[in-house]
């Protein structure tokens, strides 16, 4: 679904990264892991066609559903005003979405249970309903690539279960191939499959989740020693992955 | 209770009844015009004299009265209307193309690039379509270079749009008194003058058409574009995700945008402020969604400039330069609105 090739990227003089290959199968979700400024949003704008890598290519093998980073608007649409400009792909230059586009968009809300939400002012939302509202508007242009510029940092523990468990089901129930960046190993460790490392501007790893989020890996990324802990409650066991702060 | 009314007014129940109160208003504004006036016809006349155009009637109005409303004012409030409705149009479609409610077609540098094109062409000829012709010419001219100083690594902040379009209209002004400086005072000058401080008093039919084509056609447009224009409204990344081809849509709007914008300079001058606050009084009864606001903001524009004209040809003696009085009510009430949204973030980018 999300194949890339030696793509590498520069801001002028300032090599960002390069040689970064993976690709990503349907129903599979993949994690961007760096410390701040090392380019995960530069690398996903690359891979989204924001920006244009200087070598290497991106290709998706599906319609893409890109949420950003920030979810502010200029100006006060309600939900459902946003979610079917969703469809701005499939309405044609001069024409307004028909009946069939509202129904998209409300079924969309409806899969992420926001059906309540429809009428509400974006902006009065909080910010993991917004966060759900974007996911909610890729949805509705019958994305089948969903890539997500660190859709559950900015969180509260409730609301960052929510959106990854949901992230989670969408991969399985509709076959979404994932892509995301994250500050938290731990919300790799959760959900995603693979995780790409982006650990200087030379050297991006990419591997699956096991592989990649050893503590050795991380500690090297991050600059600070890690420890994985498992909780055992009920019958069900929960892995965490711990900074030891200094 | 500013909040609870504005909240009450956008919900879509009441939106039938909003704009059959626009439509009334509008009307009920277009007919008091046509009977106010330093020779002033009674509203019963106004009403016979606009039927017996459909229907054969024993007239009880005079001839001279029948002649005033139907060769001058009848135009006249046409005009201030098409102005009022199309610089609405142009405002709304400006400030969701530049996601900011502070934008109008004075800031982006069409009035100016248009006043000066306008200036260029009396100073040169007689003809009407050259005035409308160059003054399109330039507005859009304008507009481009104000885009193009204010880009910068594929986007346009507000602020330096804002920078740029004081700047370009700096210079489309001095240019402006160039053609003034070289006009000759008898008989150009006078001209350039008068139609540069914006009036319907020499309206006409012919103006009227002058008038009516561009700003249907351009409004026509916008409206259509309406959905493309919301997406816009997010912002260039957001739309380019979500599949719209952000230059070329935004270009076709701007274009529209400058056609309205100079046909209006071209037929009455330059009116400042119009397409600035109405865009924004009709924004806080609709909510942004711009197929509701586009149509709101067209007959609150029109029902305002036609009000305005009546002021401008009945408070005194002398005809008051149209664009005078809306810059007497723009500016102060923009300043207001500025301050109470100045918490919104509507004003950072």
Same mark, same amino acid.
């Given at each position: 679904m999300i194949d890339v090739q030696?793509?590498?990227?520069?801001?002028?003089e300032n090599r960002v990264f390069r040689d970064v290959s993976f690709s990503l199968a349907a129903g599979k979700i993949a994690a961007i892991l760096g410390p701040n400024g090392r380019g995960k949003t530069t690398l996903l704008k690359s891979v989204v066609g924001l920006l244009k890598p200087d070598t290497g290519t991106a290709s998706l093998g599906g319609r893409l559903g890109y949420v950003a980073q920030r979810a502010e608007i200029a100006f006060a649409y309600k939900v459902i005003d946003i979610v079917v400009m969703g469809r701005a792909a499939h309405v044609g230059m001069f024409r307004a979405p028909g009946p069939k586009d509202y129904q998209h968009a409300r079924n969309a809300l409806s899969l992420l249970g926001l059906s309540g939400f429809a009428e509400q002012h974006f902006n009065r939302l909080s910010g993991g309903e917004r966060q759900l509202v974007m996911i909610a508007r890729a949805l509705a242009s019958e994305c089948q690539v969903l890539i997500l510029d660190e859709p559950a940092s900015a969180l509260d523990?409730?609301?960052?279960?929510?959106?990854? /468990?949901?992230?989670?089901?969408?991969?399985?129930? #509709?076959?979404?191939?994932?892509?995301?960046?994250?500050?938290?190993?731990?919300?790799?460790?959760?959900?995603?499959?693979? @995780?790409?490392?982006?650990?200087?501007?030379?050297?991006?790893?990419?591997?699956?989740?096991?592989?990649?989020? /050893?503590?050795?890996?991380?500690? #090297?990324?991050?600059?600070?020693?890690?420890?994985?802990?498992?909780?055992?409650?009920?019958?069900?066991?929960? /892995?965490?992955?711990?900074?030891?702060?200094? | 209770m500013q909040q609870t009314l504005v909240a009450g007014v956008r919900e879509s129940r009441w939106r039938p009844a909003l704009f059959i109160v626009l439509v009334i208003v509008l009307v009920l504004s277009a007919l008091l015009s046509l009977a106010i006036g330093r020779f002033a016809v009674p509203v019963s006349h106004v009403a016979g004299i606009l039927a017996s155009a459909l229907l054969p009637m024993e007239p009880w109005w005079t001839p001279v009265e029948a002649r005033v409303v139907e060769l001058i004012r009848i135009p006249r409030v046409l005009m201030a209307g098409l102005a009022g409705a199309g610089l609405a149009v142009a405002?709304? @479609?400006?400030?969701?193309?530049?996601?900011?409610?502070?934008?109008?077609?004075?800031?982006?540098?069409?009035?100016?690039?248009?006043?000066?094109?306008?200036?260029?062409?009396?100073?040169?000829?007689?003809?009407?379509?050259?005035?409308?012709?160059?003054?399109?010419?330039?507005?859009?001219?304008?507009?481009?270079?104000?885009?193009?100083?204010?880009?910068?690594?594929?986007?346009?902040?507000i602020l330096m749009l804002v920078l740029a379009? !004081?700047?370009?209209? @700096?210079?489309?002004s001095a240019l402006v008194s160039v053609t003034k400086f070289v006009a000759d005072p008898d008989d150009k000058l006078p001209a350039i003058v008068f139609w540069l401080m914006g009036s319907f008093a020499s309206a006409s039919y012919e103006k009227v058409w002058l008038i009516a084509?561009?700003?249907?056609?351009?409004?026509?447009?916008?409206?259509?574009?309406?959905?493309?224009?919301?997406?816009?409204?997010?912002?260039?990344e957001e739309a380019h995700a979500l599949g719209v081809k952000v230059e070329r849509t935004r270009w076709i709007a701007l274009t529209a945008i400058a056609l309205i914008s100079s046909a209006v300079v071209a037929a009455a001058g330059v009116i400042g402020w119009v397409g600035l606050v109405i865009p924004?009084? @009709?924004?806080?009864?609709?909510?942004?969604?711009?197929?509701?606001? !586009?149509?709101?903001?067209?007959?609150?524009?029109?029902?305002?400039?036609?009000?305005?004209?009546?002021?401008?040809?009945?408070?005194?003696?002398?005809?008051i330069p149209v664009g005078i009085i809306t810059a007497l009510i723009g500016a102060p009430i923009f300043g207001l609105l500025l301050r109470r949204t100045a918490n919104k973030g509507w004003t950072s980018e």
């Amino acid at each position: 679904m999300i194949d890339v090739q030696d793509l590498g990227f520069r801001y002028g003089e300032n090599r960002v990264f390069r040689d970064v290959s993976f690709s990503l199968a349907a129903g599979k979700i993949a994690a961007i892991l760096g410390p701040n400024g090392r380019g995960k949003t530069t690398l996903l704008k690359s891979v989204v066609g924001l920006l244009k890598p200087d070598t290497g290519t991106a290709s998706l093998g599906g319609r893409l559903g890109y949420v950003a980073q920030r979810a502010e608007i200029a100006f006060a649409y309600k939900v459902i005003d946003i979610v079917v400009m969703g469809r701005a792909a499939h309405v044609g230059m001069f024409r307004a979405p028909g009946p069939k586009d509202y129904q998209h968009a409300r079924n969309a809300l409806s899969l992420l249970g926001l059906s309540g939400f429809a009428e509400q002012h974006f902006n009065r939302l909080s910010g993991g309903e917004r966060q759900l509202v974007m996911i909610a508007r890729a949805l509705a242009s019958e994305c089948q690539v969903l890539i997500l510029d660190e859709p559950a940092s900015a969180l509260d523990f409730r609301n960052q279960d929510l959106v990854l /468990s949901t992230l989670r089901r969408l991969a399985e129930d #509709l076959g979404l191939a994932i892509l995301m960046t994250t500050h938290f190993p731990q919300h790799a460790a959760h959900i995603a499959d693979y @995780a790409l490392l982006l650990q200087s501007a030379d050297d991006a790893q990419w591997g699956s989740s096991e592989e990649m989020l /050893s503590e050795e890996k991380l500690e #090297l990324l991050f600059g600070l020693p890690v420890e994985k802990v498992q909780v055992q409650r009920g019958d069900k066991t929960h /892995s965490g992955i711990l900074p030891l702060f200094s | 209770m500013q909040q609870t009314l504005v909240a009450g007014v956008r919900e879509s129940r009441w939106r039938p009844a909003l704009f059959i109160v626009l439509v009334i208003v509008l009307v009920l504004s277009a007919l008091l015009s046509l009977a106010i006036g330093r020779f002033a016809v009674p509203v019963s006349h106004v009403a016979g004299i606009l039927a017996s155009a459909l229907l054969p009637m024993e007239p009880w109005w005079t001839p001279v009265e029948a002649r005033v409303v139907e060769l001058i004012r009848i135009p006249r409030v046409l005009m201030a209307g098409l102005a009022g409705a199309g610089l609405a149009v142009a405002g709304s @479609a400006l400030q969701g193309i530049f996601r900011n409610p502070l934008v109008g077609p004075q800031i982006i540098g069409v009035s100016s690039g248009a006043a000066f094109g306008g200036a260029l062409a009396i100073l040169l000829s007689e003809s009407r379509y050259l005035l409308i012709g160059l003054a399109f010419a330039c507005g859009m001219l304008a507009m481009v270079i104000v885009y193009s100083i204010s880009r910068q690594q594929g986007r346009a902040s507000i602020l330096m749009l804002v920078l740029a379009g !004081i700047v370009t209209s @700096a210079f489309f002004s001095a240019l402006v008194s160039v053609t003034k400086f070289v006009a000759d005072p008898d008989d150009k000058l006078p001209a350039i003058v008068f139609w540069l401080m914006g009036s319907f008093a020499s309206a006409s039919y012919e103006k009227v058409w002058l008038i009516a084509v561009p700003v249907i056609i351009g409004s026509a447009v916008i409206y259509l574009m309406r959905f493309q224009i919301n997406v816009l409204s997010l912002g260039d990344e957001e739309a380019h995700a979500l599949g719209v081809k952000v230059e070329r849509t935004r270009w076709i709007a701007l274009t529209a945008i400058a056609l309205i914008s100079s046909a209006v300079v071209a037929a009455a001058g330059v009116i400042g402020w119009v397409g600035l606050v109405i865009p924004h009084f @009709a924004r806080m009864l609709t909510g942004p969604d711009h197929k509701v606001l !586009i149509p709101a903001a067209m007959l609150i524009g029109a029902s305002y400039l036609i009000h305005v004209d009546n002021v401008a040809r009945t408070a005194i003696a002398a005809e008051i330069p149209v664009g005078i009085i809306t810059a007497l009510i723009g500016a102060p009430i923009f300043g207001l609105l500025l301050r109470r949204t100045a918490n919104k973030g509507w004003t950072s980018e």
